[in-house]
């Protein structure tokens, strides 16, 4: 029996399988797959978000269907296409999912909206340094190690055309089992998680910050779910 497909989609830092390290262990189990998103070649030019994109390539990965494991920005990419084909997707497990147009009138969702829509408002007048310095002090109280090598300074250009999460075209969740890992760190993202376990998501956290898929304990929750293709499995 052939194994079943896993479609791993990366956020806004690292990508492919160099996101997914902890996990690369499935592929012994599962058809695993770590998609490159629209925009992030350790080549090309970077590009703007295209949902559409990022949602067509995980669709593409999919081929006849199976799991999807998405973190951070690559989380909205991978609710959108769960909720358009939910033939597609048999379980969604969504790490720190930054799907913030689904919680954008809640309060933690609602003050990090205003903090950071002046910062995207202004990109056009900084330098892709300037961005990243301000990004990382925002939105995780800490200073960014300058870009000093080519991937880097592609990195930090890549970072400065990424859309704001919160004005992605999501506004229902899917029909499918779900699982959410967060770290505990940030009531930003457990506010995302709250709402969706509202919805019949099951929430769980592990150590990691906003990498709690790096943690031996979040890879065993994500394991454990894609092993049973159940809600109840994580719990």
Do not use: K, N
């Not at 592929?27 to 350790?42: A, I, K, N, P, W």
């Not at 999912?97 to 829509?117: D, G, K, N």
């Not at 925002?138 to 990424?162: C, G, I, K, N, V």
């Not at 890992?181 to 929430?203: F, N, R």
Request: with cysteine; proline share 7%.
């Amino acid at each position: 029996m052939p194994a079943e497909r896993v479609v791993f989609v990366h956020g806004a830092g690292s990508f492919g399988a160099a996101a997914w390290h902890r996990q690369h262990g499935l592929s012994l189990e599962f058809d695993c797959l770590y998609v490159r998103r629209h925009g992030f070649s350790t080549t090309g030019e970077p590009e703007p978000t295209d949902h559409a994109r990022d949602q067509a390539i995980v669709a593409e990965a999919l081929g006849g269907g199976g799991h999807v494991v998405a973190h951070s920005q690559g989380a909205v990419a991978a609710m959108m296409l769960a909720v358009e084909r939910p033939d597609l997707v048999r379980t969604l497990t969504l790490v720190e999912p930054a799907c913030f147009s689904l919680t954008a009138e809640l309060p933690a969702t609602a003050a990090h909206i205003a903090l950071m829509t002046p910062l995207f408002a202004d990109r056009t007048t900084m330098s892709d340094d300037e961005f990243l310095q301000e990004f990382v002090r925002r939105a995780f109280s800490a200073d960014a190690q300058p870009p000093t090598t080519a991937e880097a300074r592609r990195s930090a250009a890549r970072l400065r055309l990424q859309s704001p999460p919160w004005e992605a075209p999501l506004s229902i969740v899917p029909g499918v089992p779900t699982f959410v890992l967060t770290g505990g760190w940030e009531p930003l993202y457990e506010e995302v998680a709250d709402y969706l376990a509202g919805t019949g998501a099951v929430h769980r956290q592990a150590p990691g910050g906003h990498r709690p898929h790096d943690s031996r304990e979040g890879d065993a929750l994500i394991r454990a779910f894609l092993r049973t293709g159940t809600a109840d499995s994580a719990a």
